[in-house]
């Protein structure tokens, strides 16, 4: 693992765009050169975290020098203030050139317009290992699970890498973490895969086990009413999935695992034992998203446009999910969903770039849209007041909720240099601070597809 850290103030150039830097004579021939795509030629760690500070963070604001040039958003400087369409770009590569890192996309940290000169707000750090996209990511204490298409999930710790598992095939596309610390992992191949740590070595995990047991699936496969007809024509036994697992939701007041499928099918377990209690023909399209919310409600949305609600009750002796309400059904796909448990508001985001809520007051009601991406929503998470949605633009909105309903924008990030696939959110815990009431912070975990992790540290208020 390496650590670099940012050049102080003292080095206060400002940057050139990428065409300029590369028809510039000052480049010499034997400096690492990279593509327009942002990826390395030549990368020398497999392993680097980048961290920063803000005493070394350097400044984007304009300098009094009327003269200075200003120059066009480029592949170095995605920096992007949401009330000011002004964008200057700062400390040049040509002058960097003591190290070859410090022209990496990795290193380069935007500044807000809200989240400006804040101690408590801005990026913390990076963590970059060149395995693959990442496609999921999981935070349950000090511990970070990410997955990605190399099917491996890898655990770190204090920004560092900790432990790791491998499954034998399938990208992760899924991770959810139990009270009893065990790991479920959804997988491209259509299975779902459960990990736990040891005791002894907690930097040790090893598989106990998948959905469906074995046992379950012996058992069912003698009957053929447990089979159902797949689109090839081909006879599958419904407690399996037989296409990939692209979401996962757990429900521990109810002790149940929701896992949605490419097959259109809704699966509800049984965590005690691993049960496959249902599977449920939910979507005409691929299943998407799942999220657990409040009341004991799910809401589900897929790929046909459409965002249910389904509940459990009781029917006979068995208590069964039934669908009591379809919120929303349009033309865009529905990719990504979060719940806030506080004040019972469920987010759904589209490939349209929008977010539309429900608040529960009577029924659930419609309370709104909101814009903030020129395209696709990938992923949604909700901490406390917060909303953070990340977009296949490259960015990330954090968005605050009002005591009206209404939502402000308090900042964009834009570091990552590919779509931000996956988000994840944990409080961080307070200092001593003699009592006094203080603003939650939340430390914020984003994965893209440009095989990066970034670190975040957020709080609920505006500058």
């Given amino acids: 693992m390496a650590i670099q850290d940012n050049r102080s103030h003292n080095d206060h150039y400002r940057r050139l765009t990428f065409a300029s830097f590369l028809k510039s004579n000052s480049l010499d021939a034997g400096e690492e050169a990279y593509h327009t795509d942002g990826e390395h030629n030549h990368i020398d760690n497999k392993d680097a975290i980048s961290t920063n500070s803000d005493s070394q963070r350097p400044s984007n604001a304009s300098t009094s020098d009327s003269s200075s040039p200003i120059y066009p958003l480029s592949p170095w400087n995605q920096t992007y203030y949401p009330n000011n369409d002004n964008t200057t770009a700062f400390q040049s590569p040509l002058n960097q050139s003591c190290s070859p890192y410090h022209k990496s996309p990795w290193i380069y940290q935007t500044r807000n317009s809200d989240f400006e000169d804040d101690p408590d707000n801005g990026l913390v750090g990076t963590i970059v290992r060149q395995e693959g996209h990442v496609y999921s990511l999981a935070a349950s204490g000090d511990l970070l699970f990410t997955g990605s298409d190399s099917k491996n999930v890898r655990v770190w710790k204090d920004l560092k890498d900790f432990s790791g598992f491998k499954s034998t095939s399938g990208f992760v596309k899924a991770i959810v973490i139990t009270g009893d610390n065990r790991v479920f992992t959804g997988h491209q191949d259509g299975k779902i895969r459960v990990w ?77 034992d691993s049960k496959c209690l249902e599977s449920i023909e939910a979507h005409d399209d691929a299943v998407n998203t799942v999220a657990a919310g409040f009341d004991d409600l799910l809401f589900t949305g897929s790929a046909d446009g459409t965002l249910k609600v389904w509940k459990r009750e009781l029917q006979g002796k068995e208590a069964k999910h039934v669908l009591v309400h379809v919120l929303m059904k349009q033309e865009s796909a529905v990719t990504a969903l979060a719940v806030n448990l506080n004040d019972a508001v469920v987010y759904c985001g589209s490939s349209d770039g929008s977010v539309n809520f429900w608040e529960r007051k009577k029924y659930l009601t419609h309370g709104g849209t909101i814009h903030g991406h020129r395209m696709a929503v990938l992923c949604l998470t909700s901490a406390g007041s917060l909303l953070l949605s990340g977009g296949a633009d490259k960015n990330i909105c954090v968005w605050r909720r009002n005591g009206d309903g209404s939502h402000t924008c308090l900042s964009v990030l834009m570091d990552h240099d590919g779509p931000v696939k996956c988000l994840t959110a944990v409080e961080e815990a307070d200092d001593d601070n003699g009592g006094e009431k203080t603003d939650q912070r939340w430390i914020v975990y984003s994965g893209s597809l440009d095989k990066s992790v970034k670190v975040w540290r957020v709080t609920d208020y505006a500058s």
């Fill in 196 to 272: 736990r740590g040891s005791k002894r070595n907690p930097e040790r995990y090893s598989r106990v086990g998948s959905l469906p047991t074995l046992k379950e699936f012996l058992t069912k496969s003698v009957n053929p009413k447990n089979y159902v007809e797949t689109r090839r024509r081909k006879n599958k036994l419904k407690i399996r999935h037989f296409d990939a697992v692209s979401c996962l939701s757990v429900n521990e007041d109810l002790g149940l695992l929701y896992s949605g499928s490419w097959d259109k099918t809704l699966k509800v377990w049984r965590l005690s």
